[in-house]
């Protein structure tokens, strides 16, 4: 298979060091005259560099050569940057290939141009990264250069780029040569640079020292108006320029025709014109020096393709143009820093400043997340509505946030996801060090798709997202009440240590019902320790229930509910304390609220505190006046029992090792290649594998299938006295997928007449059925062990899903399994077994005896790897496995794969 033409049509857009942007693309032939701007941009060293020598100008042969490609032996791409003036070269890299080393190994040599006044952001680096991964998709298997000894910057870029870099120095030359193969190494080096980037290229857009409003307005009621009411009531720190061609002044500032009026620099443009005006808004800010854009105008590919081809012309531009833009079809930005002070939206409700971020992908419930939350007192640090995601996504405002000194938790509304993978290596990074809460909508709408493997049938969209979800740490809630219930106790409190809750009631209904709740929920109530016991008898009446939950009755007075939550929350055996009130005659919810609050400062700082006030007006202001600051507080004890168990599994998750990925050796990633290559060639529309080619691809990665021979009917007889007895026989015929549906499996054949009697029978059920049996599978029966189901479905946004469950026929009706996207580790995959309801078979069940665990485990493992080197892996089946007695492994019984060309998620 040629790679030229995906080679030759490569595109891609890249974040440098200090948050600005690049646009990488293959170079074409009308390049010449910007590739000679290029040559002029580097200074003598550079030249010297580059071409080892001093070179003055680049001739027409060397344009040419330089610029007419055949994206194989050769091929180039470039990084570019758009002004004023036009698109211009940023840098420039290359690789030319090699002939074949000793070895066998593909090889190509590698150069670098990067434009003297870009040199130190990161853009060699990134275009190295951009080339490796070219090279590698095209079968080149290591890089190779001469660098000039003296050539600092190149060979600071091998010593930090996370390749496995070798050298040798001869006369003032260094060798230098790396496998182009993305090591993990190499991934979080790149990861580590592509997240600073994004998380600088937002400091600049939500800490702006210049705002200009395109679309301001003297009307009440338009957005334009509501914005700049906005901007001045949150006291921006910087110049404010509204735009508008009408007016001179809007509400006491001066205003200006254009953007390209204000004749002063602009950080953040933010435009809330008509669509069809937006494009030169945003061209027009460019120019101004912006940073970024706040495109808040409808119209765009949320109404029409029309509509969806000009967002894509403003995406291109403000990528051209190393801008970021947050929407369109948003409703602004938000950075509550007193330093700042930016209310860059038109939403109606102030928002009090805290410690949580927060993304909303629907700027509808964008506006219901900030009133919920200025009803609910909780603090946002920095809110933004992303809207239709054409460039400032999930994944940069994660990066963002990662290490936001004002943001301690993270709340998302998600509609879809732009780059799940990428998303699936930053997100546990973060989430390491502050929860992530979200909401994705989306669950009932995700239906069963119809597909040919069992496999496939059993997946999702909401699957993918629960997987990927569980994998990076992600809470997530089934609605925004839950999600600000979870961010209200993580915002204010301790992520718990364990499950074991103690209860502080006045009434045992609403005690009881949290006791159900916490069970439920997987958290416990235990017995409180005989000393806590009697310091609760101490100043409780005789009446009180002291049994956890304690039950103080309904004259419970402040100063016992302050002394009690002390005590509970004393004890050894309590990991968390929940308080709960239902308003009687004899006190006030404000009384209790202020000695729950004082309580609550006593208990050691380890331990959440949560409470419930029963009441219609939830719990009084007084619930922030002790020493811990606002407590969570909730109207019904289920809400308080479905947060706490919520914090809990995320600081299980937390506190879980990383757990060990495998990877296949390089003998056995090239056996998977070439086999999957060579089928492809053969065929190159996606295709079930031929059953030796499957066996092989399996086998590449170590994954062991039971012997198998296929061969025409007639000669079966004579091809299993070759297999040996037992044998199993299986019909192969064209359009047959399930053959269990049609009776097109024989087992316990003993003996070559037991064979041609069991080619006879298959040929009759596949006759009765509308099937021609075309050629028969011989396989050594396995008998015993446990069925097991072990598969891949690649999903068209998530990419490929692993999947595990109980194997056989049933598989669909039965639907137990469980899901996780690779790289799976060996503690995902036991976690994958654990998930299953059937778990308890694994481990003996009435009396049978137990499966090998750890062969399954390993064979997950082994399957993950082989799908991270074969992106053309659309489907795989390997059902049933028998997983056998402890020590005797895991074999595969039957298997479908089928690939086709890759594709990325």
Known sequence: MSVAAPARGYAADVLLRDGSSLHVRAIQPDDKDRLRDHFHRLGPESVRHRFFGMKKELTPEDLRYFTELDFDEHVGLVGTHTDAGGEHFVVVGRYFRLEPAEDGIARAEFALAVADEWQGRGAGTLMLEQLALVASQAGIERFEADVLAGNVHMLELLAHIGFDVSETSRAGVVRAWFPVRLTEAARAASDARTFAGAARSLRALLNPRSVALVGASRRPGTIGHALLANLRRAGFRGPLYPVNPEADEIDGLRAYPSVEAIGQPVDLGVIAVPAAKAREAVEACAHAGASGVVVISAGFAEISEEGRAEQERIGALVRACGLRMVGPNCMGVLNTDPAVGLNATFAPTEAPAGNVGVLSQSGALGLAILDYAHELNIGISTFVSVGNKADVSGNDLLAYWKDDPRTDVIALYLESFGNPRRFARLAPQVARGKPIVAVKSGRSAAGTRAAASHSASLACLDVAVDALFEQAGVIRTDTLEEMFDVVALLGTQPVPLGPRVGVVTNAGGPGVLLADACEAQGLVLPEL?????????????????????????????????????????????????????????????????????????????????????????????????????????????????????????????????????????????????????????????????????????????????????????????????????????????????????????????????????????????????????????????????????????????????????????????????????????????????????????????????????????????????????????????????????????????????????????
């Open 529 to 905: 320790r005989p000393e806590t016991l009697e310091a609760l008898r101490g100043f409780l009446p005789p009446q009180a229930g002291l049994k956890n939950p304690v039950d103080m009755i309904a004259s419970a007075t402040p100063e016992q509910y302050a002394r009690a939550i002390e005590a509970v929350g004393a004890d050894p055996s309590v990991d968390s304390v929940i308080v709960v009130y239902v308003p009687p005659l004899v006190t006030t919810a404000a009384q209790i609220a202020g000695a729950v609050a004082h309580g609550a400062g006593t208990v050691p700082r380890e331990k959440p505190v949560l409470t419930v006030f029963l009441a219609t007006k939830g719990a009084p202001d007084a619930i922030a006046t002790g020493a811990r600051g606002r407590l969570p507080s909730y109207s019904f004890p289920e809400n308080a029992a479905r947060a706490l168990a919520a914090a809990l599994r995320y600081g299980r998750w937390r506190q879980r090792p990383a757990g060990h990925a495998l990877h296949l050796s390089d003998s056995q990633r090239k056996q998977a290649r070439l086999l999957v290559q060579r089928s492809l060639r053969a065929r190159p529309e996606p295709h079930w594998l031929e059953p030796d080619e499957m066996v092989e691809l399996l086998g590449a990665a170590g994954i062991e299938m039971a012997p198998v021979r296929v061969c025409r009917p007639e000669d079966a007889a004579v091809v299993a006295e070759q297999l040996g007895y037992p044998l199993v026989a299986k019909a192969i015929a064209p359009g047959l997928l399930h053959k269990s549906d049609v009776g097109g499996v024989v087992m316990d054949l003993e003996s070559a007449h037991d064979v041609r009697r069991a080619v006879a029978t298959l040929r009759e059920r596949l006759d009765g059925a509308g099937y021609r049996l075309d050629s028969v599978l011989l396989q050594r029966q396995v008998d015993g062990g446990l069925e097991a189901l072990v598969g891949v479905v690649g999903d068209p946004t998530f990419g490929p899903l692993i999947l595990c469950g109980v194997g056989g026929v049933q598989v669909e009706l039965v639907r137990d399994v469980s899901f996780r996207l690779p790289p799976v580790t060996d503690l995902d995959a036991e976690e994958m077994i654990d998930r299953l309801r059937s778990r308890p078979l694994f481990d003996g069940y009435r009396g049978a005896p137990p499966a090998d665990r750890g062969a399954l485990v390993l064979l997950l493992r082994r399957l993950s790897a082989l799908v991270e080197e074969v992106p053309e892996l659309y489907e795989l089946d390997l059902n049933p496995v028998k997983v056998r007695g402890p020590g005797l492994g895991a074999l595969v019984v039957d298997a479908r794969v089928r690939i086709g060309p890759a594709r990325t998620a």
